[in-house]
């Protein structure tokens, strides 16, 4: 059974950091996918980052250089973080990590596995 359990949101002023973490287990895939997802209210969803397997990554264009995806490993379990610098008010959402099988099929299908979503909230 796949969990995926999210922390890290929050309120920050424009400006400002934070740190979302994913903890992810029992998601067995070899060359998976997994990222972040993001949902504004009245907006659809929109992927944010992603990082394979082998640490390739992959940014929307409204966060890169601002945001930065990373992975650790240990026993069974992947920890999924996005470090979130110079926050914006558009960047205010429910924040949700994914996973899929493969790039191939995050790309064509989307993710097959979802957290619950935290919330980010940036004022400015």
């Known amino acids: 059974q796949v969990q995926m359990e999210e922390s890290g949101g929050g309120s920050v002023q424009a400006g400002g950091s934070l740190r979302l973490i994913c903890v992810v287990s029992g998601y067995t895939y070899s060359r998976y996918s997994m990222g972040w997802y993001r949902q504004s209210p009245g907006k659809e969803r929109e992927e944010v980052a992603v990082i394979d397997h082998d640490g390739s990554t992959a940014y929307t264009d409204s966060v890169k250089g601002r945001f930065t995806i990373s992975q650790a490993q240990d026993r069974g379990k992947n920890t999924l973080s996005l470090q979130m610098n110079a926050l914006k008010p558009e960047d205010t959402a429910v924040y949700y990590c994914?996973?899929?099988?493969?790039?191939?099929?995050?790309?064509?299908?989307?993710?097959?596995?979802w957290g619950q979503g935290t919330q980010v909230n940036v004022s400015s």
């Open positions: 994914a996973a899929a099988a493969s790039r191939w099929l995050w790309n064509v299908r989307g993710p097959n596995a």
